[in-house]
Nanobody, 121 residues
Framework: VQLQASGGGLVHPGGSLRLSCEAS????????MAWYRQVPGKERELVAE???????RYGEFVKGRFTISRGNAKTTVFLQMDSLESEDTAVYYC????????????????WGQGTLVTVSS
C-alpha cells in the first residue's frame, strides 16, 4: 500500500492550505484515514481522522479551523486547513487503516512520506 501526500508549502499566518493523500495498492477496504503531524523533538499528534462511516475526530488544537473529508473514490483524503498559525508548522503525515487483499490486516501500518507545512510571515 502506498500513500502519496501533497499540498504542503509555505503560507502566511491566517492563510489556508489543502492537503491531499491518495492510497493505492493491494487494498481490500479502508477502515479509516488520518492526518498526523510532528515537530522535531515532539511526539506525533493526531490532526484529524475519518473512518468508513464518515465519523470524524480532530485534535484538540484544531478548534474548528481544519476540515477532513474523503474523495468520492474513498481512497483519497483531504485536509482543508484555514486560519493557520505559526504553531501549525510541522510535517504532516497521512496514515491509513487498511484491510489488505487476502484478508490480511495490520492496524495503522501504512503511512505516507510526509509533507511540510510552514506557517510564517
Amino acid at each position: 500500500v502506498q500513500l502519496q501526500a501533497s499540498g504542503g508549502g509555505l503560507v502566511h499566518p491566517g492563510g489556508s492550505l489543502r492537503l491531499s493523500c491518495e492510497a493505492s495498492g493491494s487494498i481490500f477496504a479502508i477502515k479509516a484515514m488520518a492526518w498526523y503531524r510532528q515537530v522535531p523533538g515532539k511526539e506525533r499528534e493526531l490532526v484529524a481522522e475519518i473512518n468508513s462511516s464518515d465519523n470524524i475526530r480532530y485534535g484538540e488544537f484544531v478548534k474548528g479551523r481544519f476540515t477532513i473529508s474523503r474523495g468520492n473514490a474513498k481512497t483519497t483524503v483531504f485536509l482543508q486547513m484555514d486560519s493557520l498559525e505559526s504553531e501549525d508548522t510541522a510535517v504532516y503525515y497521512c496514515g491509513a487503516d487498511v484491510i489488505l487483499e487476502k484478508g490480511k490486516y495490520y492496524p495503522w501500518d501504512h503511512w505516507g512520506q510526509g509533507t511540510l507545512v510552514t506557517v510564517s510571515s
